[in-house]
């Protein structure tokens, strides 16, 4: 992998800093993360800001993460927060559930006693493309933040009630200014949270065919249909896809729909953020 990763235009910059100045007028926050990677997605600045409250991290598109990798996250992790919740924001089913769980937990309970006479207040916060969006839109009931499959499409902060006696602060996707581990960023990128023609889709797609090869590794065989390719060589492998798609020489659509494939699920169930077996429940 070559490229620097790093995207952070100036309406990120600005609204970090209204972040901070919005705070004392919520009850709790929301941290919407993809499941794929829980961490890689985490905005570490913002936690700093938000964490003055009651923080509740949100495992958005569950239905395409790995089981197993979501359960040793939440093992290692769920003393780091008010409550880890799940949720898949395409299914209004699923926002229901999330909030049988956000209603359940004990710290969301003692809120709700305090304000029993007002709806509470919750920042939402996020990475782009997580699907902050498209899970205020099922609570709301209508489609009032704006969503999109490209990332940066909500510039501003605003208010939105809810269904449920909740009244959210939308914000923006943010991400920080600089990747001090550029694995992070190609997480980021192979999710969609950073724009596409910003990156070489090639080097994301080298990336996640060896992190394939060798934590998922009939994925590739069987989504394409290739028999027999180096196991320990990204190239060759995407040579055999671009042929097996029929796009002759063309590696970077190969490389753009390998990564299409895999943002819809179409690889399977597979989380970018892996913990081996060390990384096991106490």
Do not use: C
């Amino acid at each position: 992998m070559t490229q620097q990763i790093q995207w952070f235009p100036g309406h990120m910059a600005k609204t970090i800093r209204e972040i901070g100045e919005q705070m004392k007028l919520v009850d709790f926050s929301l941290e919407i993360v993809d499941a794929r990677a829980p961490q890689s997605t985490q905005n570490p600045q913002i936690m700093d800001m938000i964490s003055v409250k009651p923080v509740f991290l949100v495992l958005n598109k569950i239905d395409l993460a790995d089981p197993k990798q979501v359960a040793k996250f939440v093992s290692k992790n769920k003393n780091q927060f008010a409550g880890i919740l799940t949720t898949d924001a395409k299914t209004g089913v699923l926002s229901k559930d999330f909030l049988r769980q956000l209603k359940v937990n004990p710290i969301f309970a003692k809120l709700s006693e305090k304000n029993a006479a007002a709806n509470l207040k919750a920042l939402v916060t996020g990475t782009p493309n997580v699907g902050k969006s498209t899970f205020i839109n099922h609570l709301a009931g209508k489609n009032i933040a704006r969503t999109a499959n490209t990332p940066g499409v909500t510039h501003f902060l605003y208010w939105i009630r809810t269904r449920y006696n909740l009244i959210f602060l939308d914000t923006p996707g943010l991400l920080w200014p600089k990747f001090d581990d550029q694995e992070v960023g190609t997480k980021i990128g192979i999710l969609g949270g950073i724009k596409d023609t910003l990156l070489a889709s090639d080097d994301l797609a080298l990336w996640l065919i060896s992190f394939l090869q060798k934590n998922y590794p009939t994925a590739i065989a069987t989504k394409y249909k290739i028999g027999h390719f180096p196991l320990d060589n990204p190239v060759a492998a995407l040579m055999s896809i671009t042929s097996q798609l029929g796009m002759r020489q063309d590696f970077e659509s190969a490389s753009q729909r390998l990564i299409n494939d895999f943002r819809a699920g179409k690889l399977g169930r597979i989380s970018l953020d892996f913990y081996g077996d060390d990384y096991l429940e106490d």
